[in-house]
């Protein structure tokens, strides 16, 4: 019988071992028994059951879920993955997620369940391999631009107040706008406190749909939508230069604000990405769905940088060749796979005048950024070492020049896609004028088609 009993014991202890770690709800390492006083556990410990309708899924690429049925009894449960952590991660829930794993790569899980006592009651295996995360550019699939002079339609003036007295902190000129599809956020900033709030407005009828609280945006020149994540983000500018703010696009609160970071470039002292780029700010704002990323147009020499949305790091940089020629306030920005489109507002000076709001169409050669997203992790490898030009010549000169024949300052543009896939821009412009006494601030919202 002594024999027995130490068998049972000897083959318990082989299959569970008397010490090891598990990372509890907080992500934090926790320490089961040791030595005698686990033995003693182990010699109470049930016949271990199995987990019933144990289900694994991925979705979007990178991220798994997996989800199984409450065992009785179980009051924790350890999933592990010895390619993904050394420890078991713990949750009270009976299901687990993991994310930023590699791409078209196997995977295997084994859940456990724990009683109480901290004995394993049940368990299951299942295993998955990810999908293979690739992006592709084909240059014929996309259309090709012509400059022309677009005379757009007026939709809607919007304003959060008709009339505005400027000692009275009114929250009227538009700055950064961009669109979900359903909705269209407007940005509308306080000239004497710089702050902002955003007005959200029903693409389908121009009904005002929600007002955030003030929020403290700084001159917020430019935003985009991020459709992945479902943010506003915003690009403060001015003495807050290299600041992004991120804000939800259901509650219009602030949930992320900090500075873009150039560490990938730290070590390269004769970068594109050196010190003197980086303290010269940035001053719109594009988010790209296909290859998640954000395109920021520099202030000063108006190259284009690109930042991962999670990290806030640069990855890559566009140089473009348009300071000298096109000398006009670079007011906001959207984008696409193929172009970038940047608004400028109207100039004169310096013998070189430009009457017209205008948008620049540049190809912005995505196809670079491949590496990046194609990698075996989606950001590994985690950036493009040298910058490359934009057009397809290598001149960094736009493709095209949209011309928009309106009589007041451009400050915002973005684009909707329809049902056969056309790319339908709308632009906003500012016109301060004396009303009645009164300084009115009118913003006026164009529809410029399918340019």
Known sequence: MFSRIMAVILAAALAFPTAAFAADDMGQAAERPRGKVAAEVEKLEPMVGFLENVAISEN??????????????????????????RYPTRTKACSQTFRDLKHGAKYDFVINAFDFMGRRIAQSAVSIETVPYRVEFKESSYRTLRSKTVKPVRRLNINLTSLIQEKNNGYAVVQGG???????????????????????????????????????????????????????????REHRKQEITVIDANTLKITRQGNVKYNNYADAGSDSFNKTHQEQGLAAIAYVEK???????????????????????????????????????????????KYVYLLLSPYSGKGNSQPYNIILALDWNSENLLPVVNGSKSKDPKYVEKPWCCNNNGSGTPDAVIRIDTKHEAENIYHTTDKIGREHFYMSEYYGHKSGGYYKRDNYVYDLGVI
């Open 178 to 236: 961009c669109t979900d599809g359903t909705y269209a956020y407007y940005l509308m900033v306080s000239t004497y406190t710089q702050k902002g709030r955003v007005l959200k407005v029903r693409l389908s009828d121009n009904k005002v749909a929600a007002r955030s609280g003030i929020l403290n945006t700084w001159h917020g020149n430019g935003m985009t939508y991020d459709s992945k994540r479902k943010k506003l983000v915003v690009i403060a």
């Open 60 to 85: 979007p690429s990178g991220t798994v879920e997996i989800s199984w049925d409450r065992y009785d009894m179980a009051s924790f449960y350890e999933v592990s993955c010895t390619a993904i952590s």
């Open 291 to 337: 290859y998640d990323c954000y395109i920021v147009l520099q202030r000063i020499y108006h190259n284009l940088i690109i930042f991962d949305p999670d990290t806030f790091e640069a990855i890559g940089m566009v140089r473009t060749n348009i300071r000298s020629t096109y000398p006009g306030v670079h007011q906001a920005m959207d984008a696409d796979e």
